[in-house]
């Protein structure tokens, strides 16, 4: 008997993580189940990224593990699909080494899933369908949510900034924005199942274009998206720094279920990278928007992304990263080290830096992140906030965990009838990355 079990394997960002939402909602309405062993099941969907080397050396690592398992069993289908199936030496890689591989999708097509399976299923015949662009957004394709409590909600697909390292304008297209009215009955429909936390999605939510005459830009959008009876905690990223209005900083005083922190990534604190990277902002500007933010909202987390080594960065360069990360004090960063992405305009030039001094200076980074940041997660001790309780510890099974509003993980004693609440808690002890702490019955 052949059981119709599936598996989808996720890399990368958010997005990809919404999309595979969508997948998995496609299979599940084709009859197929879930399957946690991706050697096991029958269907098995790898969801690609392509941001740094990594993402691709381990799409890679996954697809070799799998080789085997599909020769044991033909009736096995691979299916790849995403950010790099938008590159053509990728699809030509596959055709090379990977002609086993059943089905090749894009980014752009997610919606013909159901066809494209269909006709694999059916043909036993290798298909790739990968489309260089689109102009619309597919609405009202089915989901498999990961959980009931918190949700992610696409408003917008594409990227139009062209930073000089990036891929994602060359996998995701052009920048399109979902009309308010799908978004807003998406989150209706969510907070009436229970849903108490979304998290807007976007490369840059910041340019989100609604309608005229509506609805017209995000700041506009949150403001309605903050009526919505039932949705507690509203999230979104990601933010574009040279497009963050004042509008939308106002938002945060006056809106009651926007979460008090704000992703806003700077990738350097120097003047030559920044305008070298086409980041069209400079580190002063950066920074009164920082400013701009503390004083609206004295209590705001902000978090950030910083690229290592980008060609040309010297050392008086990456010494001014230093000095910004110091002065705005970031709540947490995401550090890379830069990475070369084919296709991309740094890709080609002959300034790289060497891997030694890039390795260098991420440990020097990182070592002035951990400080500022032990120091900031000090300040919770003692103190009583609200944390949704997302499930068991990883690490302890025994134990609760949970997000503060900032996106801190706190772990705590408690029953797992409390999943999905938000309760408050007493923090007993704060560590650099992580707090401990004890309900408080109220
Ligand atoms: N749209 C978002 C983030 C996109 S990718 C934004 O503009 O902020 C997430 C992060 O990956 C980026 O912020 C950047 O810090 C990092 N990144 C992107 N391309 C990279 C590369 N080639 N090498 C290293 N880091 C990269
Ligand atoms: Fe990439 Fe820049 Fe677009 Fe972000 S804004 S996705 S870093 S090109
Ligand atoms: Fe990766 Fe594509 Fe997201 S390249 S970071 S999965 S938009």
Redesign the pocket.
């Known amino acids: 008997m052949k059981y119709k079990t599936y598996h989808v394997v996720t890399f990368g ?1 958010q997005m990809n993580e919404r999309d595979s939402e969508t997948l998995a909602g496609f299979m599940e309405e084709l009859g197929y189940s879930y399957e946690p062993d991706k050697i096991v099941a029958q269907v098995v969907i790898l969801n690609t990224c392509s ?2 080397e990594n993402a691709d050396k381990k799409f890679f690592g996954v697809l070799g593990q799998l080789k085997h398992s599909h020769e044991e069993n033909r009736e096995k289908l691979v299916i790849v699909c995403g950010c790099m199936m938008q590159q053509q030496h990728i699809i030509d890689t596959l055709k090379q080494k990977y002609p086993w591989v059943d089905l090749v999708f894009g980014t752009h097509n997610i919606g013909d899933f159901p066809k494209l399976f269909k006709n694999v299923s059916e043909m036993h015949e290798r298909i790739i369908d990968v489309w260089e662009n689109s102009d619309t957004i597919a609405e009202g394709l089915p989901a498999k949510r990961m959980y009931d409590f918190k949700a992610y909600v696409n408003i917008m697909q594409g ?1 139009n ?1 062209f ?1 000089a ?4 304008p060359y996998t995701r297209g052009r920048e399109r924005s979902r009309k308010p009215a799908e978004i807003l009955k998406e989150i209706n429909c969510l907070a009436q199942s229970g849903c108490k936390e979304i998290t807007l999605l976007g ?2 939510v910041n340019s989100y274009k609604g309608e005229e005459g509506g609805i017209e830009n995000f700041a506009q959008l949150l403001r309605e998206i903050d009526k919505i009876d039932g949705i507690e905690r509203i999230r979104f990223m ?1 933010s ?1 720094p040279k497009d963050l209005s004042d509008e939308l900083i106002d938002c945060f005083k006056d809106l009651k279920h926007l979460c008090h922190c704000f992703h806003l ?1 700077v ?1 350097s604190g120097s003047n030559a990278v920044l305008k070298a990277m086409n980041r069209h902002y400079d580190r002063e500007q950066y920074l009164g928007r920082v400013a701009k933010l503390k004083e609206v909202c004295p209590d705001i987390a902000i978090t950030t ?3 290592v080594g980008f060609p040309g960065e010297t050392e008086e360069d990456f010494k001014d990263t230093l000095d910004l990360v110091k002065q705005v004090r970031y709540d947490s960063a ?1 550090t ?6 084919e296709g ?1 305009p740094a890709a080609s030039w002959t300034n790289q830096i060497p891997e030694e001094i890039k390795h260098e200076r991420f440990n020097r980074l990182i070592e002035v992140i951990h400080e500022i940041q032990e120091e900031e997660m000090k300040q919770f001790q003692d103190k009583i906030i609200p944390v949704l309780i997302e499930g068991t510890s990883k690490t302890d099974k025994s134990m609760l965990t949970g997000r503060t509003e900032s996106l801190k993980t706190v772990d705590l004693p408690g029953d797992t009838s409390l999943v999905g609440k938000i309760v408050p808690v007493k923090i007993v002890k704060a560590q650099t990355f992580s707090l401990y702490g004890e309900l408080v019955n109220d």
């Open positions: 960002c941001v740094r990227c900034n930073c390292y990036c891929i994602v490369q840059n990601t574009h990534p990738q992304d910083i690229i995401f890379f080290l830069y990475s070369i992405r991309t």
